[in-house]
C-alpha cells in the first residue's frame, strides 16, 4: 500500500502569512496527487487535482507543485476562510486510494 | 447544483449491519464513478470503496474488503454501501462523493455510523 506523510501535522499562522503543507508519498506516484481541504461539520472540498491543477471555483492564492513522491500545497496569502484540515490523497493506484495524515491549520 | 445526500447512519451494535444510502441529484449520475470516504472521530479521512458508473468495477480498502459491499442504482441517481459485521473501529461518519479515478469533486455531508453494544 502506498502511504503519504504530511508535514507539519498542525501549524500556527497569522493573516496574510504564505502557509506550505508538504505531503511524501512513500513510493514514485507521478502526479497523481489530490489536496483537499475540511472544516469541522462540512463536507470536504476538492482544492487541486493532479498535483497542480486548480479544481473551478478555488482561489488562485492556493497551488500545488511536486511530482515523484515529493509534494507541496501553499497558501499564498492566509485568509479567515483557510482555518481548516488539509488532506493530500494519492489516486496513483487504480485500485486503492490513500490520504495523508491531515495537516491542521490554525490561527496565531 | 450537484447535491448528495446521505442517510442510513445510526447505532448499531457489533456484529451488526447497516446499509447507507447516497441521493444524488444535479448531474447525470450514470455517467460518474462513485465514492465512500470515512472519517472515524478525532481522525483523518479514510478511502472506503469505489464503483465504476456501470457498476463494471468495484473497489474496497483493505480494512473493509470481505465485509462492504458497494452497489448503485443509476435509475434512481443513488449509492449505497451494505455494511456488514461491523466492529467499533467501523465508528465514523461516511461521506459519498463524486470522482471518476476516486477523485473526489463533490461531497456529501455525511451520515454517522456508531457502533457500540
Known amino acids: 500500500d502506498i502511504q503519504l506523510t504530511q508535514s507539519p501535522s498542525s501549524l500556527s499562522a497569522s493573516l496574510g502569512d504564505r502557509v506550505s503543507i508538504t505531503c511524501r508519498a512513500s513510493?514514485?506516484?507521478?502526479?497523481?496527487l489530490n489536496w483537499y481541504q475540511h472544516k469541522p461539520g462540512k463536507a470536504p472540498k476538492l482544492l487541486i487535482y493532479t498535483t497542480s491543477s486548480l479544481q473551478t471555483g478555488v482561489p488562485s492564492r492556493f497551488s500545488g507543485s511536486g511530482s515523484g513522491t515529493d509534494f507541496t500545497l501553499t497558501i499564498s496569502s492566509l485568509q479567515p476562510e483557510d482555518f481548516a484540515t488539509y488532506y493530500c490523497q494519492q489516486t496513483y493506484s487504480t485500485s486503492a486510494s490513500t490520504f495523508g495524515q491531515g495537516t491542521k491549520v490554525e490561527i496565531k | 447544483e450537484v447535491q448528495l445526500v446521505e442517510s442510513g447512519g445510526g447505532l448499531v451494535k457489533p456484529g451488526g449491519s447497516l446499509r447507507l444510502s447516497c441521493a444524488a441529484s444535479g448531474f447525470s449520475f450514470n455517467t460518474w464513478s462513485m465514492n465512500w470516504v470515512r472519517q472515524a472521530p478525532g481522525k483523518g479521512l479514510e478511502w472506503v470503496s469505489s464503483?465504476?458508473?456501470?457498476?463494471?468495477?468495484?473497489y474496497y480498502s483493505d480494512s473493509v474488503k470481505g465485509r462492504f459491499t458497494v452497489s448503485r442504482d443509476n435509475a434512481r441517481n443513488s449509492l449505497f454501501l451494505q455494511m456488514t459485521s461491523l466492529r467499533a473501529d467501523d465508528t465514523a461518519v461516511y461521506f459519498c462523493a463524486r470522482g471518476e479515478s476516486m477523485i473526489c469533486d463533490h461531497w456529501g455531508q455525511g451520515t454517522l455510523v456508531t457502533v457500540s453494544s
Open positions: 513510493q514514485n506516484i507521478g502526479m497523481f
Open positions: 464503483i465504476s458508473a456501470s457498476s463494471d468495477f468495484l
